[in-house]
T-cell receptor, first 112, second 110 residues
């Protein structure tokens, strides 16, 4: 139990739709990062938020966006969903930008 | 950009045999972390290595960080069925993002 909670756990969307995934970080953690994990692959870094500001971004298009709130919870938004966006989306929290990251259980997104 | 390669991609062993997975980075790392992911689950943090040449043990698991801080290994002695899963290394260069290897999937014949 890492104390990182994500919702929803599973969802199905249609191509072209938009989705919002939510994450509550572990108590005391001020940094949240999001990862995309396709089947059979390692997690790929999407972006990181530190004290409500984006603090690093991976090779993902602008239709992937996020927010971090004053209580350090976070949202990942994906617009104009594509079939290849089907994956497990993992939220991870840490103390500071270089600390050990602890993952939530993830949100399984299927785009049809 | 920074790349982290992990081998082998798959490993099947008999219960009781040893298992090793290797991780190599294209750049010098400030630290490396190891995670285990059970089928259908999420990555669970195992350990972080920071110092050059560092060796850490957790029961039957031994983790090493290379002298040049560009490679690492995880060795499991006498595997048990509970060790089944995919093991990921993840390297960080300075304050940069954490880059994951593609993982080694371990299956065990009881």
């Amino acid at each position: 139990e890492t104390g990182v909670t994500q919702s929803p756990t599973h969802l199905i969307k249609t191509r072209g739709q938009q989705v919002t995934l939510r994450c509550s970080s572990q108590s005391g953690h001020n940094t949240v990062s999001w990862y995309q994990q396709a089947l059979g692959q390692g997690p790929q870094f999407i972006f990181q938020y530190y004290r409500e500001e984006e603090n690093g971004r991976g090779n993902f298009p602008p239709r992937f966006s996020g927010l971090q709130f004053p209580n350090y919870s976070s949202e990942l938004n994906v617009n104009a969903l594509e079939l290849d966006d089907s994956a497990l989306y993992l939220c991870a929290s840490s103390t500071g930008v270089t600390g050990t990251i602890y993952f939530g259980e993830g949100s399984w997104l299927t785009v049809v | 950009g920074q790349q982290v390669m992990q081998i082998p991609q798959y490993q099947h062993v008999q219960e009781g045999e040893d298992f090793t997975t290797y991780c190599n980075s294209s750049t010098t790392l400030s630290n490396i972390q190891w995670y285990k992911q059970r089928p259908g689950g999420h990555p669970v943090f195992l350990i972080q290595l920071v110092k050059s040449g560092e060796v850490k043990k957790q029961k039957r698991l031994t983790f090493q960080f290379g002298e040049a801080k560009k490679n690492s290994s995880l060795h499991i002695t006498a595997t048990q069925t509970t060790d089944v899963g995919t093991y990921f290394c993840a390297g960080r260069q300075g304050a940069q993002k954490l880059v994951f290897g593609q993982g080694t999937r371990l299956t065990i014949n009881p």
